[in-house]
């Protein structure tokens, strides 16, 4: 055989090589998957990535745990899963908390952004603006007319500082261009009790913990701070609705492996997700959460988890929160 020939043949084989995604890439996933949760078991969160991870043990054939480890800002779970293979069968469940994570603490054992590679993203879910029922405060409008006449009097509630809800409050406060006081708490029983009692005007909290006592009629919701009104709560407006044109205001999740998984393996994993998401069954699932489910392509993911860091830590640093 000639060389010439031999020659052809070696180049059809390398540019084969190169245009084939690699068997085991094909095979994905070749053994059960984890999904790490950095909050622990029953919240949002927690139920979004159960009900996707049930429809992905259903079309990839392998099984899909869960694996809850909360800690102080996710930083145990992101470190686990930025260590961990990359080779798909480990994800981290993302939220909100990982772009205020990526601002609020001075030193990590990662990079939120180098050091992960997002799937898709799985879904958005709503925050709200609530009073106690029985409270002088029927609409957004009226709170907001009365902090702008008294400075510094309106006391507005979220739990711990530096969540997303705090920072949620805090971008409420910067953008109604008013002096009020952000009053946090631990945890959302502890501040549905002090607005219930009294001791706080409103609250920023995520509507899913709320949702029960606001169709209960023990409290109120004046707003929710979304793009556009909650499916749980259709008459209650939107802050952009309610005087607050530039207010938005959401929390999200996502799913992402390390950053060095092969991209026909993030390519399969993004298909696969779509495909849950966009289930009627998941869809159903997560709407009754209070979930407003939405995948995206991988590089639709990373451009938001980027612009997501940006605009929380614009907001930590008006609001002078102190780096951890």
């Known amino acids: 055989m000639k060389n010439s020939t031999i020659l052809g043949l070696a180049l059809k084989f390398l540019v084969a090589l190169l245009l084939t995604p690699p068997a085991w890439a094909q095979a994905y996933p070749t053994k059960p998957m984890k999904i790490v949760v950095p909050f622990g078991p029953g919240g949002v969160a927690d139920l979004t990535a ?3 991870a049930q429809k992905l043990s259903q079309s990839m054939g392998q099984p899909v ?5 909360p800690g102080a800002g996710g930083i145990a779970a992101s470190d686990l899963v930025a260590k961990s293979e990359p080779d798909g ?7 909100n908390g990982s772009a205020v994570t990526a601002n609020l603490f001075k030193t990590l054992p990662f990079d939120m952004v180098r050091d992960f590679t997002p799937a898709s993203t799985l879904g958005f879910f709503d925050i709200a603006i609530v009073t106690a029922t029985g409270s002088r405060f029927k ?17 507005l509630g979220s739990v711990n500082i530096g969540s997303t809800q ?8 910067s953008n109604a261009g008013v002096d009020m006081q952000i009053v946090p708490f631990n945890g959302t029983p502890a501040l549905v009790n002090a607005l219930r009692g009294g001791q706080i005007d409103a609250a920023v909290e995520i509507l899913a913990p709320v949702i029960g006592q ?3 009629g023990a409290l109120q919701a004046l707003a929710v701070t979304s793009e556009k009104r909650s499916a749980l709560l259709p008459m209650v407006p939107t802050a952009k609705e309610s005087g607050l ?6 929390s999200w999740n996502a799913l992402a492996v390390p950053s060095k998984t092969p991209k026909e393996v993030v390519d399969k994993l993004n298909q696969q997700i779509i495909a ?3 289930s009627p069954e998941v869809r159903n699932r997560l709407a009754e959460l209070g979930v407003d489910a939405k995948a995206s392509s991988s590089k639709q993911a990373q451009e938001f988890l980027v612009s997501e860091i940006k605009r929380w830590g614009e907001v930590i640093q008006r609001a002078n929160i102190p780096k951890q």
């Open 50 to 52: 159960r009900t996707v």
């Open 65 to 69: 745990v869960i694996e809850n480890k």
């Open 89 to 95: 069968h480990t994800m981290l469940l993302m939220s």
């Open 139 to 155: 609409t957004l409008e009226e709170l907001l007319d009365y902090a702008r006449k008294n400075p510094g009097k309106l006391n």
């Open 166 to 173: 705090n920072l949620a409050a805090e971008l409420f406060k």
């Open 214 to 216: 606001i169709k209960g």
């Open 245 to 250: 044109p530039d207010y938005v205001a959401t």
């Open 276 to 278: 849950a998401v966009n």
